[in-house]
């Protein structure tokens, strides 16, 4: 099907191309720190040059969506299908403006449908990205400073308070990827993390929903 440009938008970001590409692999983020666009992400496929997931709408919307990086990994396609047809894509180009900056050029296509208002579909799609583009930035940028900082702030420990009364330490920062672990124990002692949403066990840190270890009480 032919598609038609309907939009572009062109962002700033405090934090390398390297990294918007990195967020842009990960899948598992988008209900999560996406979680007022997106309600669920089940991944169908995940590589280092792209994946595809089955994803869900906050209001119920099913989707296909498909991202491909460009060869030289300064890029990206996201498509999104509905019933196998393809019914919008995002076109992203990444250029490094510092070392920890980078200008995202994105440009918004979709089918050519006779009677669609092409300006609304435009707007958006802007609006959308451009709301995508805030929840990402904060994660790009404490990325940065979690790779930059390595093990060390995995050390520290803050108090939370359990439902009785009692009190555990907890990671300042999530094992997973490093993120601020931003978030108390619900009434199980149970604390997920909103960049992902992996749970652990407050008290033995046990990562509850499987993806990885979780983290270690300190001696
Ligand atoms: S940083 Fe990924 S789940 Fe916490
Ligand atoms: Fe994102």
Redesign the pocket.
């Known amino acids: 099907m032919d598609m038609i440009e309907v939009g572009q938008l062109e962002r700033d970001i405090g934090a390398s191309a390297a990294r918007a590409i990195e967020?842009e692999l990960d899948w598992e983020?988008?209900p999560h720190?996406?979680r007022t666009t997106f309600s669920a992400a089940e991944v169908i496929h995940a590589g280092r040059n792209g994946w595809e997931a089955d994803v869900v709408l906050v209001d119920g919307t099913p989707m296909r969506m498909r991202v491909t990086l460009d060869d030289d990994r300064m890029g990206y396609t996201n498509a999104t299908f509905a019933d196998g047809i393809e019914n919008g894509r995002a076109v992203a180009r990444l250029e490094d403006t510092g070392e920890d900056s980078c200008r995202m050029s994105l440009r918004f296509f979709v089918p050519e449908v006779a009677g669609t208002d092409y300006e609304a579909v435009g707007e958006f799609y802007v609006a959308l990205f451009g709301n995508?583009i805030d929840?990402?930035e904060p994660k790009m940028i404490y990325r940065t400073n979690a790779l930059r900082a390595g093990a060390a702030p995995h050390k520290q420990r803050r108090t939370a308070m359990l439902a009785d009364g009692s009190a555990c330490a907890v990671p300042v920062v999530c094992p997973h990827q490093g993120l601020p672990l931003d978030c108390e124990p619900d009434g199980d002692g149970v604390m997920t993390c909103p960049w992902h949403g992996y749970r652990f066990d407050a008290r033995t840190g046990a990562c509850l929903s499987g993806q990885i270890k979780g983290w270690r009480a300190l001696g």
């Open positions: 967020d983020h988008l720190t996406h995508l929840e990402d």
